[in-house]
């Protein structure tokens, strides 16, 4: 008993530390006051006024269409590339895991000097093509170490019966390999997402004056002083996202035996 | 799976299309400006009016807007430095004479700060003023027990933890240069080291070094004294009546700071359209009663109906403090460097 | 999903060998392209730069810039502070997922979306909160003063820095750790009880050495962003505390890119030798055990 109450205080004293600053925000959204620093009285205004602030929508629509694109052209190129190192023989294949590491290691402020280093070495001018090419890069180690766990479990066998079976070779692909692989594709594409969105480092040295995404701006805030609406937008997100888990992870569980034994 | 995969590319296509559809051709004019320096709604209608799509970027010091003109990573149309910085680049060859035909409106502008501005732009060929102030102190009156009107309460212990100082190398040695009794542009580095040396015995006192946050922070009642522009005071003053602002009586620097066009500036005339319309009396009036920064513009300061603000001496200080003042000039490459590297020291806290 | 159980596959050097080698080796190309125009080249940069000076000759004077006392310091402190902060997300995280494991659960998945789910507010705005919270007036001095206790001042200073290094990689040390021990065969550790193995031994001999891949992969994850930010320490730290990330970012706004690049490349070769040195300790090194 003592111990069973000891853990759950442990597991609630690391929730209040996680999610502290995630009620004081959400409680800051509805400060009527324009600093934060000071308790107005509740208000939903800048609920509304957030849908009026150009600047606030575009670059949250700069972050996700940057998350989203950056995510997926990741996940193509890291999962043939999973599959290529995958039946590499063992000397290329440390050299590309090594690469492949590298920008995962490397400080984000090293990998964005360097990027923007190349770009305005090419005259390739900042912009939204710059920071696009900057997440697909920083995005492409984690879909491949997403992948390869689930291609190295593979059974070749299965391949082969299919294809003795009389599938042809593109037809056992789809129907046997990728249904396997295909957890750790849709995991790799949604931390590469979960990374493009949550990127400021990188961004901020390859952004040109024309876009600003959600980090970059808030990063501009900081200084002289945050608009309320950045926290409505931060709240419905959080709200949207909370939502969006709580329904999938309801379907899961209904679907799905226990992952675990 | 097949159903996946052409969704997967089918959402690909569309993202892609959206991309393109948002870079339009039209005309544009990029803006590089101080933070929160100007009415977003000024920006709006100068689109609405023109047509030409303003990108507007901000930067927090003049040491960081340089070296994005200089590098040519960016091209802007148009840029907001203080008087030292416009001196500076000029010096360095990276502005373009403005073409004053195309800025009817300049007529606008009080012949005083035109004048004034030849001490960095001597032919006035370069710049427009935009803004101008002083640099002070803003202080919590229910925070302090006596009246400050000196640089000293920003070295007494009295108020350690209670100090916000200015991120920013020329403003921070300002203060300690004329607190010692030297020219704010003193070019002596006995003087200079001197001023450091002052400066690190404050480092312990301070609670944070800021730029736009001190008018936060004082609002919020978090530090008793910052340092701050004289335009941030009205606005502080409005969230917080406790807050008073003062020019110490050992004197402050008096900025101003003008348009440019750099000489690597994509649209020019788009550029001096802008430059224009900010000097429209209505323009000007709508900035200022949104940023509260001074404006030279005459005929906007005339428009102003609230007479408080009108005669307010914090948004137009008197002869008497203004001749305490001095205007910053740019002290050459070397002497710079040699400045920003005493800041360092002193920022890093280090002996 | 268990990886600590024998490969299927025994030819696990070569990994799985489809069919058409050759042209599955072809998939590698965008990937090999990508890779060497985006991060090879981008490094070249980097060694370029901080291998010369503004006139474009060779010389060194990037690289010993390090032994300047401020970015000596800079770099001291980062080293400090992120060693601190990753000992103590360790310590805060493995009980964590000891106890997180030790609950059955209906789906672990559910513990992973708790977790990770505060990372999807916006970094940076967590930090502000933080900033909020421990200000001199602000919410937890409010909260202390109306219990009568006294208040804390920790705002600005090196303290502040850890708790938002904590805060913000804390889950990039919990997940990794959760993710092995709840591989953990729960067989191998009921043999070990039947051959009389403690509960003590039993964590020492077994679950540890098993559960370290996720620990060394979760210093990786918290130690190498916390040595190298700048955000943190300028939103926490007041501007007043330089660590070796906000050094190099001053540089490189204040247009020193050749003086930038040069502390970049010290502090590159810094993290790379901290992470050969882990690596020693961490025998399967593909990274595998991410999340």
Redesign the interface.
């Known amino acids: 008993m003592v111990k069973n109450f000891f853990?759950r205080f442990?597991?609630g004293i690391?929730?209040l530390?996680?999610?502290?600053?995630?009620i004081?925000?959400i409680v800051?959204s509805f400060n009527q006051s324009k600093s934060?620093?000071k308790w107005g009285g509740f208000t939903l205004k800048w609920y509304g006024e957030l849908f009026q602030n150009d600047d606030i929508m575009r670059a949250l629509y700069t972050t996700l269409i940057l998350a989203f694109v950056s995510a997926l052209i990741a996940t193509i190129?890291?999962t043939?590339?999973a599959?290529?190192?995958?039946?590499?023989?063992?000397t290329p294949?440390f050299i590309?895991?090594g690469?492949?590491?590298?920008?995962?290691?490397?400080?984000?402020?090293?990998?964005g000097?360097?990027?923007m280093?190349?770009f305005v070495?090419l005259r390739f001018s900042l912009g939204f093509t710059s920071v696009l090419?900057?997440h697909?890069?920083f995005n492409?180690p984690?879909v491949?170490?997403?992948v390869?766990?689930k291609?190295?479990?593979?059974?070749?066998n299965t391949?082969e019966a299919a294809?003795d079976l009389g599938a042809s070779?593109i037809y056992a692909f789809f129907k046997v390999?990728l249904p396997d692989i295909l957890p750790g594709i849709i995991?790799g594409y949604f931390?590469a997402f979960?990374m493009s969105?949550?990127d400021?480092?990188i961004t901020y040295?390859t952004k040109g004056p024309e876009i600003n995404t959600?980090?970059t701006k808030?990063?501009t805030e900081?200084r002289k002083g945050?608009k309320p609406e950045?926290?409505a937008l931060?709240t419905i997100?959080?709200v949207a996202?909370?939502i969006l888990?709580i329904l999938v992870?309801r379907k899961?569980?209904d679907k799905?035996v226990?992952?675990?034994? | 799976m097949k159903k996946l995969a052409v969704l997967l590319i089918a959402l690909t296509l569309c993202s892609a299309m959206l991309i393109g559809c948002s870079e339009d051709t039209s005309e544009k004019v990029y803006v590089y400006n101080w933070g929160e320096y100007m009415d977003p709604d000024v920006r709006d209608q100068f689109e609405e009016e023109t047509g030409i799509k303003v990108v507007y970027d901000e930067f927090q010091t003049n040491?960081?807007m340089?070296?994005?003109i200089?590098?040519n990573a960016v091209q802007y149309d148009v840029v907001c430095p203080s008087d030292y910085m416009i001196q500076k680049m000029i010096e360095d060859d990276l502005l373009a004479e403005i073409d004053f035909s195309k800025v009817p409106n300049l007529s606008n502008i009080d012949q005083t700060y035109l004048d004034s501005s030849k001490s960095f732009d001597a032919a006035n060929k370069y710049s427009v003023p935009y803004c101008w102030g002083t640099v002070g102190i803003l202080y919590n009156k229910t925070m302090v027990d006596e009246p400050i009107d000196s640089w000293a309460s920003l070295f007494d212990e009295k108020y350690s933890?209670n100090i916000l100082m200015i991120?920013s190398v020329r403003d921070a040695y300002a203060i300690a240069l004329k607190y010692l009794g030297y020219n704010i542009n003193s070019t002596d580095k006995a003087q200079i080291e001197e001023a450091t040396k002052l400066l690190q015995s404050q480092?312990p006192l301070?609670?944070?070094?800021?730029v736009d946050q001190v008018r936060d922070k004082m609002i919020?009642?978090?530090?008793a004294l910052g340092v701050i522009y004289s335009g941030e005071a009205i606005y502080t003053q409005r969230e917080n009546p406790d807050l008073e602002y003062v020019v110490p009586k050992e004197g402050s620097n008096v900025w101003i700071d003008g348009w440019v066009i750099p000489k690597n500036c994509k649209n020019k005339e788009n550029a001096e359209a802008f430059i224009n319309f900010m000097c429209r009396p209505d323009i000007a009036l709508k900035n200022f009663e949104y940023i509260t920064y001074s404006t030279p513009n005459k005929a906007a300061r005339e428009m102003i109906t609230d007479e408080d603000i009108k005669n307010s001496t914090v948004a137009f200080p008197e002869q008497s403090v203004l001749e305490r003042c001095t205007t910053f000039s740019y002290l050459g490459s070397e002497l710079e460097a040699f400045y920003?590297d005493e800041w360092?020291?002193v920022?890093?806290?280090?002996n | 999903?268990n990886?600590t159980k024998p490969?299927?596959?025994p030819s696990?050097?070569?990994?799985?060998?489809?069919?058409?080698?050759n042209r599955?080796?072809?998939?590698?190309f965008?990937?090999?392209i990508?890779?060497a125009g985006?991060?090879?080249?981008?490094?070249v940069?980097?060694l370029f730069?901080g291998l010369t000076n503004k006139e474009n000759s060779f010389t060194l004077e990037n690289l010993a810039a390090i032994a300047e006392?401020?970015n000596l310091?800079?770099l001291g402190l980062a080293l400090l502070l992120s060693i601190i902060s990753t000992v103590i997300c360790l310590i805060?995280s493995y009980?964590?997922s000891i106890?997180?494991n030790?609950?059955k659960?209906?789906?672990?998945?559910?513990i992973i979306?708790?977790?990770?789910?505060?990372?999807?507010?916006?970094?940076?705005?967590?930090?502000?909160?933080?900033q909020?919270?421990l200000?001199?007036?602000g919410?937890l001095n409010t909260l202390l003063t109306f219990l009568h206790l006294p208040t804390i001042?920790i705002i600005?200073t090196p303290a502040a820095i850890i708790l938002g290094m904590v805060?913000n990689y804390?889950?990039f040390m919990i997940l990794p750790i959760y993710n092995v021990l709840?591989k953990i065969d729960?067989d191998v550790i009921n043999a070990a009880r039947d051959l009389g193995a403690n509960t003590l031994q039993t964590f020492t001999k077994i679950i540890f050495p098993l559960s370290l891949p996720g620990v060394i992969s979760g210093i990786?994850m918290v130690f190498?962003?916390s040595?190298?930010t700048?955000?943190i320490s300028s939103?926490l730290g007041?501007?007043?505390?330089?660590l070796m990330?906000n050094v190099?970012?001053?540089q490189?706004?204040?247009?020193n890119?050749h003086a930038?690049?040069g502390l970049?490349l010290v502090?590159?070769i810094f993290?790379?030798l901290c992470?050969a040195i882990l690596s020693k300790y961490d025998k399967e090194a593909?990274?595998?055990n991410?999340?």
Not at chain 1, 151 to 156: D, F, I, V
Not at chain 3, 14 to 19: A, C, E, I, K
Not at chain 3, 238 to 242: F, H, V
């Open positions: 853990s442990y597991i690391i929730l530390f996680l999610y502290a600053p995630i004081i925000l800051l934060r620093a190129i890291g043939a590339g599959f290529a190192i995958n039946s590499m023989k063992k294949r590309m895991m690469v492949t590491n590298i920008p995962m290691l490397n400080a984000d402020i090293v990998t000097i360097s990027l280093l190349l070495a090419l900057a697909i890069t492409i984690y491949l170490l997403s390869m766990p291609l190295k479990q593979l059974n070749p391949f294809q070779p390999i995991s931390l979960t969105l949550d400021f480092v040295f959600l980090s808030i990063y900081v945050i950045i926290y931060s997100m959080f996202i909370l888990l992870n899961n569980a799905h226990p992952i675990r034994k | 040491e960081e340089y070296p994005k200089k590098e933890g991120d480092y301070v609670q944070a070094y800021v919020g009642g978090e530090a920003n360092n020291k920022k890093s806290g280090t | 999903m990886d490969k299927l596959n696990s050097d070569s990994g799985l060998m489809l069919p058409h080698t599955i080796k072809l998939l590698s965008p990937y090999i990508w890779m985006f991060i090879i080249i981008p490094l940069m980097i730069y006392p401020i310091q800079a805060l009980p964590l106890i997180l030790n609950i659960l209906k789906s672990n998945s559910l979306f708790i977790i990770i789910l505060p990372m999807w507010m916006n970094f940076l705005l967590r930090t502000i909160a933080w909020n919270i200000e001199k007036s919410t001042n600005n805060y804390l889950p709840i729960q990786t190498v962003p040595l190298t700048f955000a939103i007041g501007s007043k505390i330089l990330g190099i970012e001053q490189f706004t204040l247009g890119w930038g690049s970049s502090l590159m993290v790379l992470m593909e990274g595998s991410i999340w």
